[in-house]
């Protein structure tokens, strides 16, 4: 089903062949970038680094180039979990990364400091995003059974749609996070 908004109310719509179809789309067009990244990162997880430097060393090495002495570079568990946390200064690198003297292993950790690097220089977007991350625990959570919850009134209550409106700004509260990401990962 999809939702049309009129400023009065809203009501839902049949789900036509052609939204269905670019729907698919989207999925399929999400499932090929991630299966590019992992393909891509094992692809030169077999490639050393000339400097034969771990992805530690490189984290460590870009921090201190760009005078960053506050952030510390440690080892997380999982695959491809690497991350930055504003909150505590952490470049957080999977084992693969951290260990890994691999043009995969410095291409990761040199990504996550970037974002070191973004919050030292107070990056507009980086800040805005990090604003926005308590509202979008809230709305990822609560949006879908909020919906869920607005499309059961509308059908037991009588037509009101207020409770399907809150779900569905909920949902754009996630949206305008992922939009707001792009800028930050570029």
């Given at each position: 089903?999809?939702?049309?908004?009129?400023?009065t109310?809203?009501?839902?719509?049949?789900?036509?062949?052609g939204?269905?179809?670019?729907?698919?789309?989207?999925?399929?067009?999400?499932?090929?970038?991630?299966?590019?990244?992992?393909?891509?990162?094992?692809?030169?997880?077999?490639?050393?680094?000339?400097?034969?430097?771990?992805?530690k060393?490189?984290?460590?090495?870009?921090?201190?180039?760009?005078?960053?002495?506050?952030?510390q570079?440690?080892?997380?568990s999982?695959?491809?979990?690497?991350?930055?946390?504003?909150?505590?200064?952490?470049?957080?690198?999977?084992?693969?990364?951290?260990?890994?003297?691999?043009?995969?292993a410095?291409?990761?950790?040199?990504?996550?400091?970037?974002h070191?690097?973004?919050?030292?220089?107070?990056?507009?977007?980086?800040m805005?995003?990090?604003?926005?991350?308590?509202?979008?625990?809230i709305?990822?959570?609560?949006?879908?059974?909020?919906?869920?919850?607005?499309?059961?009134?509308?059908?037991?209550?009588?037509?009101?749609t207020?409770?399907?409106?809150?779900?569905?700004?909920?949902?754009?509260?996630?949206?305008?996070?992922?939009?707001?990401?792009?800028?930050?990962?570029?």
């Amino acid at each position: 089903m999809l939702f049309e908004i009129n400023f009065t109310k809203i009501k839902i719509i049949r789900m036509t062949p052609g939204i269905m179809m670019i729907s698919v789309i989207f999925m399929l067009l999400g499932m090929l970038v991630q299966f590019r990244l992992k393909s891509k990162f094992s692809q030169y997880s077999k490639v050393p680094t000339s400097s034969g430097m771990s992805g530690k060393e490189v984290a460590e090495k870009m921090l201190k180039d760009n005078g960053i002495y506050d952030v510390q570079v440690l080892s997380a568990s999982g695959f491809l979990s690497d991350h930055y946390n504003p909150v505590n200064k952490t470049v957080n690198l999977s084992p693969d990364v951290y260990q890994g003297q691999t043009v995969s292993a410095a291409a990761v950790a040199a990504h996550e400091c970037g974002h070191a690097v973004q919050h030292a220089t107070a990056y507009n977007m980086l800040m805005l995003r990090s604003k926005l991350v308590p509202a979008v625990q809230i709305s990822s959570t609560l949006s879908q059974w909020v919906i869920l919850a607005g499309i059961g009134m509308m059908g037991f209550g009588g037509g009101n749609t207020t409770v399907l409106l809150v779900g569905i700004i909920l949902f754009a509260v996630s949206t305008l996070f992922s939009v707001i990401t792009l800028p930050v990962e570029f």
